[in-house]
């Protein structure tokens, strides 16, 4: 059964609110450079879009409070993207692989 674009929706919803959880949760842990790789990396979408509007970062004048949220905003857009890509290109896959199947 192929899912509705509407449960893609949410799946994607619920696993982009996971990721932005592990890069929080691992953002608490004791410092060591693997935690800040691992932490740069998962929040590096959102400071990409903030270097467009705040090219500074946080030290850019009086619009620097907008900066973090921002960058919030940016990774939750993008979170949700990639998880509705990966999960219609699964869903794909799997009804490509399950009428292959059918067809043998």
Do not use: C
């Amino acid at each position: 059964m192929k899912r509705s674009a509407t449960t893609r929706v949410l799946l994607s919803a619920i696993f982009a609110a996971l990721t932005l959880a592990i890069a929080w949760g691992v953002s608490r842990l004791p410092y060591s450079a693997l935690r800040d790789r691992v932490s740069d990396f998962l929040s590096w979408p959102g400071g990409l879009v903030a270097l467009i509007f705040y090219p500074a970062g946080v030290h850019t004048g009086p619009g620097s409070p907008e900066w973090g949220r921002l960058v919030f905003w940016a990774n939750v857009a993008f979170y949700l993207v990639f998880w509705f890509l990966v999960l219609t290109a699964v869903g794909g896959w799997r009804h490509a692989a399950r009428d292959n199947h059918q067809l043998s």
